[in-house]
Every structure is written in C-alpha cells, then in structure tokens.
DNA sequence: AGCGGCGCTTGACAGTGTCAAGTAGAAATC
DNA sequence: GATTTCTACTTGACACTGTCAAGCGCCGCT
C-alpha cells in the first residue's frame, strides 16, 4: 500500500506548523521537519524546491486565517469605527496567539512574497478586508482613505511587532496587562479617527 | 609589535556593521566577521563571549544613533505635536538609512536585551526621547501619556516594519513614492493628536 | 515479463557557531 | 639574564544546517 499523492506534502506542512509553533521562527529547520514528518531529510524536497517554498506555503496558509479572522470579527458589526477596531483587535490577537507565524508572514528574508503567487494572493486576500473597512471609515470622516489604510495598518503591526518582541513592557508601565494596553491603543485610534478631517 | 588592547575589539565591531549594512541582518556570521577583520574565525571570541554579545554591541550603537538623531530632530521645534511628528520622522528615517541594523536592534531573538546591560541602557535612552515627547503632547491634549506614547510609537514603528519588509508597496497605491506616504501619516497622526480629549 | 519512472533514501559538501587544545610572544618573577 | 606565567590569538574538531547528486524499491504500463 503506497501513500496517497500528495499525502506527504500535508504531512510536511503540519509538521512546519507544529514546529514553528512549538520552537519558534528560528528554530525552524528542514530536516528537524523532516524528523519530524518520519521521512529523510530529502523527502521535503520532493514536494517543495526549497525552504522558502515550503515556508511560502505556510505563509499563505496564515493570511487565510488572518483573513477569515478579520471577516469573523466584523461579523455583526455595522459602524465603521468599530469594524475598523475590530479588525485591528483581531489582528493584534492573531499575532499573539500565532507569534512565529505572524513573523514568518511578515518578513521578506524568508519568504519574498513576490516569488510565491499563493502567498502573494493570500496576503491580498487579508489586505482586502482591511481595504474596505479602511474605505468605509474614510467615507465617513472625509480623510484620504489610503492614508486611514496606512495609519491603521501601521499602528497595529507596530503594536503587535513590539508587543511580540517583548519591546513593550517599560512602554506600559508598572504592571499593566498587555491586552488592556491594546485596548487602550486601539480606542484611542478610534476616537482620534471619529474627528471629521 | 602588538597591538593595543581592546583594539581588535573596536575592528571587529566596526566589520560587524560594515558586514550587515552591505549584506543584511542574513548575511552576518561570526565567521565572515572575523575574515573581514583579517583574524582566525575563533578570534572574536577572546573580546565577545559568543554571537548574541557581538549583536548587543551593535544593537548598542544603534540605540545611541537613533536617540542623536531623534534629539537632533527637535532642534528648534517647539510645538508639542510638530516634535513628536519630527521624532517620528526620524525615526522612520533611520530604519529606512539602516535597514539591517534596525531590524537587529527590534528582534528579540537575535539580542535578548535583558541580558545585555549596555543595549538595555541605550534602548531606554533613545525611548526617554519619545517619553519626554509624548508628555508633551499629552499635556496639551489631555490624553493619557501612556496611550499617547505607545500609539505614536506603534504607529511609526508599524510604518517602518512594513517599509522596510516591503510590504507597502500594494498598500501605498499606484506610482507613490513611499516617502510621501511616510508623511501622510504622520501628519495625519499629528492633526487626529491635535483634537483635544 | 520487462521496464520506466515516481517517491523516497543515502551520501556528500560547504557553510555555520562554538568547545578544546595548542602556540608565539610580551611581561613578570627569581 | 633565564625561566615561568599569562594573554592574545590560531588550529582543529564537532554537530548542525540547506542542498546537490546518486541510488534503490516498488507501482503501473506495455
């Protein structure tokens, strides 16, 4: 009885997910994927050319949970502001929840997004959502909306990047929680937003 | 002849930043380090007890750098909300100027700071600049100083990650010179900032 | 029955960080 | 001044990595 095609490949994948999840980003190698799959560590290679295939994989594999999150979280929500901070929310939650992941979708030196057209499509997919929201919110208070885009994405990557390097801990203050904090950032961004241009 | 003391230490951590401004955070090894010094691969390791140390040096300098030129940046600006738009700038700038050195001084997983006393105290040097400013702007406000600090670093820090991963290529529209939209936002996080609380 | 090819394994190579041991030469001790 | 000590460095080795190159066994086809 001989596997069936492409059996291997979904192994492997898990076997990445499981890794990165388990040791981090940098512990992430293709042989230890390989150990893990039960296979040699040439097996990988006869389904993906190379490490960043296999990671682009994985990448794509993330901006569609990012994407279905993002959606899950507007779900019921009709004013723009609080779509636009639910999405933000989700997003900050998603990185936390999945940090090596995270990182390994937003890092060029691992996977360059332009060579991969799945992750690529993957990525516009999540980008979409925000794309909307971002629109709606700009029709609302009359600013660019491109700029609304850029200044929210740029306000929850920031917080979810330093948040996931630990960078943030003498920003809270003595003994504040992380995820109030968030909240914190993510409502005043909202209020700020709420000012017609 | 011998050479003075301490004085391979200062040409291995001027190799180090020559090694990753010209071949990125990647392309840093103990062992290309030590060939561009002109010394053994274990040489390093009579002045740095191992890798991570090397880095915190690194990452050292680079808090300095970014805590000049913030500071150069508020020369002469004296409206609040004008200095903390100038800060950000800088900052921007900076990652944008030093892409590999950046990244090294904001990943956790090359130099954990709390291990390293030095990058530490230059991390928290160049953060005062933005504490002290963001007070500022939080006095005149209204808002909270925390809330105000950790969304305006957010905000830059999230602009210059996505600068610098390449990611915003899509996000800035057709045509847009990337340090246009650098601008956009801050000066749009400037006039959301100016609306009292 | 024989054969081609697919899926996987085994082996090798250059590269890495770092441990361990050796060495040349200046300084210190007698 | 000869000998020892110590310090800055070198040489060698090990386990690990990603990836190139063959080899091997089993399946379906003719």
Redesign the interface.
């Known amino acids: 009885m001989r596997a069936a095609p492409e059996n291997l490949r979904r192994t492997i994948l898990d076997a990445s997910l499981g890794l990165i999840a388990a040791e981090?980003?940098?512990g992430f190698s293709m042989r230890e994927v390989a150990r893990r799959a039960g296979v040699s560590h040439q097996a990988p290679y006869h389904h993906f050319p190379d490490r960043e295939t296999i990671m682009a994989a994985i990448v794509a594999e993330g901006f569609q949970r990012l994407r279905d999150n993002s959606l899950a979280a507007l779900e019921g929500v009709e004013d723009p502001f609080e779509r636009l901070s639910a999405i933000g929310r989700a997003y900050v939650k998603f990185a936390l929840n999945n940090p090596a992941h995270f990182k390994l979708m937003?890092?060029?030196?691992h996977v360059r997004?332009d060579r991969h057209d799945e992750a690529k499509a993957c990525a516009?997919g999540a980008?979409d959502v925000l794309v909307m929201v971002a629109g709606e919110v700009a029709a609302r208070n009359g600013?660019?909306d491109?700029?609304?885009?850029?200044?929210a994405?740029?306000?929850?990557?920031?917080?979810?990047?330093?948040l996931l390097?630990?960078?943030?801990e003498?920003?809270?203050?003595a003994g504040?929680a992380s995820d109030a904090?968030v909240d914190?950032?993510i409502a005043?961004?909202e209020r700020?937003?709420r000012?017609d241009a």
């Open positions: 981090g980003l940098e937003f890092r060029s030196e997004e516009l980008f600013h660019h491109r700029t609304v885009l850029l200044t994405w740029s306000t929850v990557h920031g917080l979810a990047t330093l390097e630990g960078k943030l003498k920003a809270i203050g504040g904090a914190r950032v005043m961004l700020l937003l000012a």
